[in-house]
C-alpha cells in the first residue's frame, strides 16, 4: 500500500483527531470523525479501523488517568471492571474477523436512539446518585465485559453505553458515570488494539499525528467536562447518540 504522507494530509488528521479527542471524552462519538478521514486518506478499511483505534486509545488514555487524577473516578471503584471491559473486547476484537456484525445494523442505532431520549425525557437523569438496580459484583460479570465485547466487535457508541449503564444500574452521576466510562472504553480500546497490532493492521505513521490530535483533545474535553459537568455533557451525548444512529443507518440500509 503506497499512501502518500503530506504534511498537509498529517496537520489534517492532527486536526480531526483534535476535535474527535475532545467529542469523544465528552458524550463518545469521535470515530464519526477519525474513521471517515482514514478511509478518505485512502486507507484500506482494516488497517482504518487498527490505526483509529490506535488514535482513540491514546485519547482515552488521557481523559481516563485525567478522570482518576482529580478524583473523579477511585481506582477501587473501576479495577474490576477494567479487566472486565478488557476481556469482553478482546473476544469481541477477534469474533468480529470471522462474523459478520451485520446482525446488529438495526439493534445498535435503536439502543442510540433510546439513550437519547431517556437524556432528553428524563431530565434529572445523572443529576444525582441513586440507589443501584444492580450490584457492583454482577455489573462486573455481566454488563461490563458485554459492552467491552461490543467495543472490540463493533464499537460505535461504547463509551454511551457504558455511561448509561453506569447510571441506570449502578446509580451513579452523570459526571462519574462519564469518568468512569472512559476508565474501562481505554481498556476495551487497549485490548482491541493488541489484537489489531499482532495482525499487523495498524498505519503508525498516520496513528503517530493523530495519537498528539486526541491527547490534546481528550485533555481539553476532561477539564471542560469537568468544569460545566451535565451542562454540557448531556447535550451531547444526545446529539452524538442521534448523530450515530443516524450515521449507522445510512451507511448500512441506504
Not at 79 to 105: A, E, H, K, Y
Request: proline share 4%; hydrophobic share 55%.
Amino acid at each position: 500500500m503506497d499512501l502518500v504522507l503530506s504534511p498537509g494530509l498529517l496537520a489534517a488528521l492532527f486536526g480531526v483527531a483534535l476535535l474527535a479527542g475532545f467529542i469523544d471524552t465528552i458524550a463518545g462519538g469521535g470515530g464519526l470523525l477519525t474513521l471517515p478521514a482514514l478511509l478518505l486518506a485512502q486507507v484500506p478499511p482494516v488497517s482504518a479501523l487498527a490505526t483509529n483505534k490506535l488514535q482513540s486509545s491514546f485519547g482515552s488514555l488521557t481523559a481516563a488517568l485525567t478522570m482518576l487524577r482529580r478524583g473523579i473516578v477511585k481506582v477501587d471503584d473501576i479495577r474490576g471492571l477494567v479487566f472486565s471491559s478488557l476481556v469482553g473486547s478482546v473476544f469481541g476484537t477477534v469474533l468480529v474477523q470471522f462474523v459478520d456484525p451485520g446482525i446488529l445494523v438495526l439493534l445498535i442505532p435503536l439502543i442510540l436512539v433510546l439513550i437519547a431520549l431517556y437524556f432528553t425525557l428524563v431530565p434529572t437523569a445523572g443529576l444525582e446518585e441513586t440507589t443501584a438496580r444492580m450490584s457492583r459484583r454482577k455489573y462486573c460479570f455481566t454488563l461490563a465485559p458485554l459492552i467491552g465485547f461490543y467495543d472490540g466487535f463493533l464499537g460505535p457508541g461504547t463509551g454511551s453505553f457504558f455511561a448509561f449503564s453506569k447510571i441506570w444500574f449502578r446509580g451513579r452521576n452523570l459526571l462519574g458515570a462519564t469518568g468512569a466510562a472512559k476508565v474501562m472504553n481505554c481498556a476495551s480500546n487497549i485490548a482491541s488494539l493488541v489484537v489489531f497490532v499482532a495482525g499487523g493492521k495498524v498505519i503508525w505513521s498516520l496513528g503517530a499525528a493523530m495519537i498528539g490530535g486526541q491527547i490534546l483533545g481528550a485533555l481539553i474535553g476532561s477539564h471542560t467536562m469537568i468544569r460545566h459537568g451535565s451542562r454540557i455533557i448531556r447535550p451531547l451525548v444526545v446529539g452524538m447518540c442521534l448523530l450515530m444512529a443516524a450515521s449507522y443507518l445510512w451507511k448500512n440500509l441506504v
